[in-house]
């Protein structure tokens, strides 16, 4: 399944509040553009111990994050999080997720478990852009990968990191867990 990060700068068009629906908080920072995106959240926040520690890092940081729908320039990705750019008071990424390829549905869009788990993999590369300050454009994330990170694939220009990777398969873990519980 590919994942990682997009060194590229996007265009990003605000919405509001980042309400959706209504269900997002005012002032979050993590702001889903779409319903299937904010029910995936609240429903990691809910199932997922891991999920909710990430969401609750994220609020202290200076990081706004938005989450969308859409391509990601690695044809293999199911998602990918691009530097937006920053102001005096905080820096933005965008977090796109594949939820259809070539006509048909991605895993993303079949099965809500592996949305949240991808929602909490790519979360955490967005911890490590909140956690280091340096990361202002698509050069310093570069930058900071390539200290720190390590590409998956040798034809891309994505990254990854082992933390992310680790705490997409523990969400998923917690998220079974959950779902045996409610046996």
Request: charged share 20%.
């Amino acid at each position: 399944m590919g994942r990682g990060l997009v060194l590229s700068m996007t265009l990003l068009v605000a919405h509001g509040d980042g309400e959706v629906g209504g269900s997002v908080r005012h002032g979050s920072v993590v702001r889903p553009t779409t319903s299937t995106l904010d029910e995936a959240v609240q429903q990691g926040r809910r199932r997922s111990q891991t999920f909710r520690a990430l969401l609750d890092q994220l609020e202290r940081s200076d990081l706004i994050v938005y989450l969308g729908v859409g391509l990601c320039p690695a044809p293999q990705s199911v998602a990918c999080l691009s530097i937006v750019g920053a102001n005096n008071a905080n820096r933005f990424v965008k977090i796109t997720f594949v939820m259809q390829a070539h006509g048909d549905r991605t895993i993303l869009a079949a099965f809500t478990d592996h949305l949240i788990e991808q929602l909490g993999h790519e979360l955490q590369h967005a911890m490590e852009v909140a956690d280091d300050p340096t990361i202002v454009d698509a050069p310093t994330l570069e930058m900071a990968y390539q200290r720190w990170g390590f590409r998956a694939d040798q034809k891309t220009s994505t990254y990854e990191s082992a933390q992310a990777i680790h705490v997409g398969r523990t969400v998923l873990s917690e998220l079974q867990s959950t779902k045996e519980g409610r046996r």
